[in-house]
């Protein structure tokens, strides 16, 4: 889990860097996730991470993170 999210932070570091010197536009969203694996004991909660950047005349990249996880107990 703490690979994958400073992995994420490096790519996002490293794609808001890249695009300082070039007109362009970026965004950042982040949000809450919740998924349904077959019934209501099955939920898995987490969060939705994206990165937008597009030139002002060619959309270009897009990188998406979406972490889910469900707390098993036996």
Known sequence: ???IACL??????LA???GS???ATSTVTGGYAQSDA???ANKM???NLKY???QDDNPLGVIGFLHL???RSY
């Open 45 to 47: 909660n987490g969060f």
């Open 16 to 18: 808001f860097s890249a």
């Open 38 to 40: 077959q019934g209501v």
């Open 52 to 54: 937008r950047y597009e």
């Open 69 to 71: 996880h469900r707390k």
């Open 1 to 3: 889990m703490k690979k």
């Open 8 to 13: 994420s932070a490096l790519a996002a570091v």
């Open 21 to 23: 010197a070039v007109a």
